[in-house]
């Protein structure tokens, strides 16, 4: 299992339709195969940075999920409305103290 991370900073006058538009496309990335789930955090002292945190059952799941249909529809939608390059990590847990 991997996780990606993926930093997205927004124009501020673009962050709340940003949100709008995650509500409706959430849930085909977190059933999307070989997801096994996401979350989406915001950074509490610069609310225009979001980044998304998702656990993938192998590179080659993440991989077709950002060659999918889906992914195509939902990048160029957000594309426009980011204010720096979005920055991106695939990551293997080294300690994990939340798991039992």
Same mark, same amino acid.
């Given at each position: 299992m991997i996780t990606r991370i993926v930093q997205l900073e927004f124009e501020q006058d673009k962050i709340e339709g940003f949100f709008q538009f995650f509500d409706?496309?959430?849930?085909?990335? *977190?059933?999307?195969?070989?997801?096994?789930?996401?979350?989406?955090?915001?950074?509490? *002292?610069?609310?225009?940075?979001?980044m998304t945190y998702s656990h993938w059952e192998t590179q080659e799941a993440?991989?077709?999920y950002r060659n999918s249909e889906t992914f195509g529809t939902i990048w160029p939608k957000i594309k426009p409305w980011f204010a720096e390059k979005p920055q991106a990590w695939s990551v293997n847990a080294y300690f994990n103290g939340f798991e039992n």
């Amino acid at each position: 299992m991997i996780t990606r991370i993926v930093q997205l900073e927004f124009e501020q006058d673009k962050i709340e339709g940003f949100f709008q538009f995650f509500d409706t496309i959430k849930h085909q990335v *977190n059933t999307f195969p070989g997801c096994y789930g996401m979350k989406l955090y915001q950074d509490i *002292n610069r609310p225009t940075i979001v980044m998304t945190y998702s656990h993938w059952e192998t590179q080659e799941a993440l991989d077709a999920y950002r060659n999918s249909e889906t992914f195509g529809t939902i990048w160029p939608k957000i594309k426009p409305w980011f204010a720096e390059k979005p920055q991106a990590w695939s990551v293997n847990a080294y300690f994990n103290g939340f798991e039992n």
